[in-house]
């Protein structure tokens, strides 16, 4: 069975820290990995995707995979309040004709004034 | 327009009703989901459409019953629910059905099941 696995925390940072999360997957044929923010009560939102190994920036953001471990990670620098929040990590696998994205359980980030 | 609309945003229904959760999008978008998430649960696949037809079905009891009338629209039928079936439903849709194709969520519908 794919599983993707997260410390479900809570991660509490000070702000203006960098908050550090990890992601491991089993299946090893996975492809694409995201990260999704969710708010309580609200939608996953896409924050970043990342296909190949090394590390990938985008303002705040950090997204580092290591196909070799199975191991994804989000680094978010000069953390924000408003980066509260649950971050889902995701993976996409080949499947029977089509493929499947499977959710990590969420890790929760709290980001302290 | 980047958004997936979804209606109704709550819904409250007895375990005899029968009602209908709406997806939609304009973004040209030729895959679109259902997803359901239990509190504090990462979210679970329900149903794929693939360019309008059925390709994934996660083994979903036949209460739920999903329908993709066009490309842009996505209904969920639901029909003798039961109280464990109250969650909030997702609507996802993507470019293409593809592994590196990023998924866009709907707000979702928060339902209530009595």
């Known amino acids: 069975q794919k599983e993707v696995e997260q410390n479900s925390g809570p991660l509490s940072v000070p702000e203006g820290a960098i908050a550090s999360l990890n992601c491991t997957y089993s299946d090893r044929v996975s492809q694409s990995f995201f990260w999704y923010r969710q708010y309580s009560g609200k939608s996953p939102e896409l924050i970043m995707s990342?296909?190949?190994?090394g590390d990938k920036e985008d303002g705040r953001f950090t997204a580092q995979l290591n196909k070799a471990s199975q191991y994804v990670s989000l680094l978010i620098r000069d953390s924000q309040p408003s980066d509260s929040a649950t971050y889902l990590c995701a993976a996409t696998s080949p499947g029977a004709g089509s493929y499947q994205l499977t959710f990590g359980k969420g890790t929760k980030l709290s980001v302290i004034p | 327009d980047t958004e997936v609309t979804q209606t109704p945003k709550h819904l409250v229904m007895g375990m005899t009703n029968k009602k209908s959760l709406k997806c939609e999008q304009h973004?040209?978008?030729?895959?679109m989901y259902w997803y359901k998430q239990k509190a504090k649960k990462p979210p679970e696949l329900m149903f794929v459409?693939?360019?309008?037809?059925?390709?994934i079905n996660e083994s979903v009891p036949s209460r739920f019953s999903p329908e993709c009338p066009n490309s842009s629209l996505l209904n969920l039928h639901l029909h003798a629910l039961q109280p464990e079936d109250s969650a909030l439903y997702l609507c996802?849709?993507?470019?293409?059905?593809?592994?590196?194709?990023?998924?866009?969520f709907g707000s979702g519908t928060q339902l209530s099941v009595l």
């Open positions: 990342i296909y190949s190994n």
């Open positions: 459409y693939s360019y309008e037809k059925l390709s």
């Open positions: 973004m040209g978008h030729r895959a």
């Open positions: 996802a849709s993507s470019l293409f059905p593809d592994l590196n194709e990023k998924l866009f």
